[in-house]
T-cell receptor, first 115, second 112 residues
Framework: DVKVTQSSRYLVKRTGEKVFLECVQDMDHENMFWYRQDPGLGLRLIYFSYDVKMKEKGDIPEGYSVSREKKERFSLILESASTNQTSMYLC??????????????FGQGTRLTVV | QQQVKQSPQSLIVQKGGISIINCAYENTAFDYFPWYQQFPGKGPALLIAIRPDVSEKKEGRFTISFNKSAKQFSLHIMDSQPGDSATYFCAASMTGGFKTIFGAGTRLFVKA
């Protein structure tokens, strides 16, 4: 069974803290993504990576950074957490588009609360 | 041009009824239109997808209808069941691209 695993289901952090969200996939996928999900706004792309050490900004990268040192692992970093970053964070992976766009596989999500 | 507009935001359907969720897009370069289903506490999972060379795709009780000229596509859930209660996202992406653009989501509640 294919898997995208996020390290935490729930996190509570204080304003100003540096926060690390970890994601691991076991499908040997080239592409990995970080989204945040907020009610009424759907899934918004924060960052994505199409190869090791490669990263691209998504639609809402401000306040975030990412790291991809190994193919299977993609980390999202909140440099200085703020209350407006309270959200559900979803990691996803997909294979190279190749002949056509392909399915994205999602982790179970991390619900982050910044107090 | 990158947006995917989804409606309604929420939907309540009687058991056995038909649930219909609509999406519209602008970018004619999109060529892959998936629907994802998300249950509470879980990540989204692919439900069904269509490419624009066909006007309809059916998998069990789930059907995608696709209107290329109107740049619209919709999900129909026949004989809706309480177990179908979830949030549904339409999406669009393109060959050679890395990004999937998601709609805002529809919360479906099927009453028993």
């Amino acid at each position: 069974d294919v898997k995208v695993t996020q390290s935490s289901r729930y996190l509570v952090k204080r304003t100003g803290e540096k926060v690390f969200l970890e994601c691991v996939q076991d499908m040997d996928h080239e592409n990995m993504f970080w989204y945040r999900q907020d009610p009424g706004l759907g899934l918004r792309l924060i960052y994505f990576s199409y190869d090791v050490k490669m990263k691209e900004k998504g639609d809402i990268p401000e306040g975030y950074s990412v790291s991809r040192e190994k193919k299977e692992r993609f980390s999202l970093i909140l440099e200085s957490a703020s209350t407006n970053q309270t959200s559900m964070y979803l990691c996803a992976s997909s294979s190279q588009p190749g002949q056509g766009a392909t399915e994205a596989f999602f982790g179970q999500g991390t619900r982050l609360t910044v107090v | 041009q990158q947006q995917v507009k989804q409606s309604p935001q929420s939907l309540i359907v009687q058991k056995g009824g038909i649930s219909i969720i609509n999406c519209a897009y602008e970018n004619t370069a999109f060529d892959y239109f998936p629907w994802y289903q998300q249950f509470p506490g879980k990540g989204p999972a692919l439900l069904i997808a269509i490419r624009p060379d066909v006007s309809e795709k059916k998998e069990g009780r789930f059907t995608i209808s696709f209107n290329k000229s109107a740049k619209q596509f919709s999900l129909h859930i026949m004989d809706s069941q309480p177990g179908d209660s979830a949030t549904y996202f339409c999406a669009a992406s393109m060959t050679g691209g890395f990004k999937t653009i998601f709609g805002a989501g529809t919360r479906l509640f099927v009453k028993a």
